[in-house]
């Protein structure tokens, strides 16, 4: 268990020690900063209401709002959508938290996506580089077994998208915090729900939000993982995870009608169809169902890759 461990030790060493895994990083905390920026000097936010002027700040505001759809009809979308937040508070009698760090957190969501991507192309090259530069031999005469070898790697990608993933999370709590503050250690905010507005726990919805896109990550970066296995070429790999990636739900859509859809890797990977009351992209699908073919998929990913990396001939590279 112990050379296990060293194999993964030395696989992360191999990530960080390129300065191409710290340009990620850096470019990952620029993007958080200039969003963090973008927000507190252009975002139209609230960063704090006073416990007794909070009603009169969200009725002067919805007069203001008002006031810009009729003058700029483009607005009336966004504005309306603030509006009914707003009276929502007012309605149920409910003090806004404000925006805080926790709320910069939860935007930053979006970000995940550029995780996956930086992960692809970790996960395409952990093998296929072994071979572009001839270290495989090196590696497979150490008295370790080609399945340690290929796991080590695998849990290595996994490592790095973890460490990623808490980065981004880490890195936007204390930009958000020095940009907007802390709006308490456990703030409720209102969203848009499959079931109309709802007064929710933000640091829920940062679990679940993050959560689900890590099931997306893990889904993609095992696919990369197998491709580089597979032909041993990177650019195949990160080039092809990338383009399902991003066309992957445009497939889903443009064969939602047929019965064989719903077995697509990506009409299953955002489990989040299925919380909050939501309807599944196609008729027929449910929780359970989706987790069955995402291990389907799981499986037969890993299997190539442990079968062609454990059973291929290095003797000619």
Do not use: C
Not at 21 to 34: E, F
Request: aromatic letters at 14%; charged letters at 15%.
């Amino acid at each position: 268990m112990s050379n296990f461990f060293k194999l993964i030790s030395n696989e992360l060493t191999k990530i960080f020690v390129v300065k191409s895994t710290w340009i990620m990083y850096i470019l990952l905390a620029v993007i958080i900063i200039g969003v963090g920026i973008l927000n507190n000097t252009v975002g139209d936010i609230e960063k704090s209401y006073e416990a007794d002027t909070w009603r009169t700040e969200l009725e002067e505001e919805n007069a203001r709002l008002t006031q810009e759809m009729e003058d700029e009809s483009y607005l009336e979308s966004y504005n309306s959508m603030v509006i009914e937040e707003n009276n929502y508070y007012l309605e149920n009698d409910i003090q806004p938290s404000g925006y805080g760090a926790w709320h910069f957190i939860l935007e930053n969501q979006m970000l995940l996506s550029l995780v996956s991507l930086l992960t692809i192309i970790v996960a395409a090259g952990i093998v296929a580089n072994e071979f572009r530069w001839g270290t495989i031999k090196l590696l497979l005469i150490r008295p370790i077994s080609r399945t340690k070898i290929l796991i080590s790697k695998y849990v290595s990608v996994l490592l790095f998208a973890l460490f990623t993933l808490i980065f981004v999370l880490i890195f936007s709590g204390i930009v958000g915090a020095i940009l907007f503050g802390v709006e308490g250690m456990n703030p409720y905010t209102v969203l848009e729900k499959s079931g109309g507005l709802e007064f929710v726990s933000v640091i829920g919805e940062i679990i679940s939000g993050y959560g689900y896109q890590m099931i997306i990550l893990v889904m993609m970066a095992t696919f990369a993982f197998m491709i580089s296995s597979v032909f041993r070429n990177s650019a195949l790999a990160i080039g092809l995870a990338i383009f399902l990636m991003f066309v992957g739900n445009q497939i889903v859509f443009f064969f939602a009608e047929r019965s064989w859809a719903k077995y697509i890797l990506f009409a299953n990977t955002d489990l989040s169809q299925y919380a909050d009351g939501n309807t599944p992209w196609i008729e027929g699908m449910t929780l359970g169902f989706s987790i069955t073919m995402l291990l389907i998929y799981y499986i037969v990913f890993m299997l190539l890759a442990w079968i062609f990396f454990t059973k291929r001939d290095v003797a000619g590279n």
